[in-house]
């Protein structure tokens, strides 16, 4: 199992403005997930991209994948307050552990 | 969706004695489940992967005697905290996967809300 690697550490932005967040990893994957953590909460999934993947959407939120470079990014439009969490990225590949390993992650304020 | 409880939710008791964590899977099977430990504006660091009907699988580093689980049940795991110490002191959260179909195919996990525990 791997971890994903979360870009930037944190980010301050403005109500409505995107908030733009990237991941690395390292070896092959099956798929790369985003969770969310409000403080003091446990993690909700958020979207989940496979590897033959390029783009996917899910509301306001846009993940792209890009296995050549072992990238991912996740895209926040029209961001809100409420968006202020978080972020992780977990690369999953198949193994015998289904283990998922989280990085540090990005942490988002949204300023109202 | 696929819920997963997880209780007490926060927890004060005295160095030295021992504290169990329960982690439910509510509306789906868990064949695996795992537990995580999260410090103050620091990511998860996994203790441990729990598997119904076996032995639970540590992470290097985690301590089997002090950090005790047991998955004896596909809807159940707990985690209990042996002899707990101040260090011990943490976010404690457990993760679940499903026991196959759609739930149990993409490694997604399902959180519970997690436990804080405070040694004092």
């Known amino acids: 199992s791997q971890q994903g690697e979360e870009d930037p550490q944190a980010l301050s932005i403005q109500e409505g403005e995107n908030a733009t967040m990237n991941c690395s990893y390292k070896?092959?994957?099956?798929?790369l997930q985003w969770y969310r953590q409000n403080s003091g909460r446990g993690l909700v999934h958020l979207i989940l991209?496979?590897?033959?993947?390029r783009e996917k959407h899910s509301g306001r939120l846009r993940v792209t994948l890009d296995t050549s470079k072992k990238s991912s990014s996740l895209l926040i439009t029209a961001s809100r307050a409420a968006d202020t969490a978080s972020y992780f990225c977990?690369?999953?590949?198949?193994?015998?552990?289904?283990?998922?390993?989280f990085g540090s992650g990005t942490r988002l304020l949204v300023r109202p | 969706g696929a819920v997963v409880s997880q209780h007490p939710s926060w927890v004060i008791c005295k160095s030295g004695t021992s504290v169990k964590i329960e982690c439910r899977s509510l509306?789906?099977?868990?064949?695996?489940m795992f537990w995580y430990r999260q410090f103050p504006k620091q990511s998860l660091m996994l203790m441990a992967t729990?598997?119904?009907?076996?032995?639970?699988?540590?992470e290097q580093g985690v301590e089997k005697d002090k950090f005790l689980i047991n998955h004896a049940s596909l809807t159940l795991s707990t985690l209990t905290v042996t002899s707990a110490h101040p260090e011990d002191s943490s976010f404690y959260i457990c993760?679940?996967?499903?026991?196959?179909?759609?739930?149990?195919?993409?490694?997604?996990?399902?959180f519970g809300e997690g436990s804080r525990l405070t040694v004092l």
């Open positions: 977990a690369p999953w590949e198949v193994d015998s552990s289904y283990k998922l390993i």
């Open positions: 993760s679940a996967r499903g026991a196959g179909g759609p739930l149990g195919n993409t490694g997604e996990l399902f």
């Open positions: 509306d789906f099977q868990a064949t695996t």
């Open positions: 991209i496979r590897s033959n993947e």
């Open positions: 070896t092959s994957i099956n798929n």
């Open positions: 729990s598997n119904e009907g076996s032995k639970a699988t540590y």
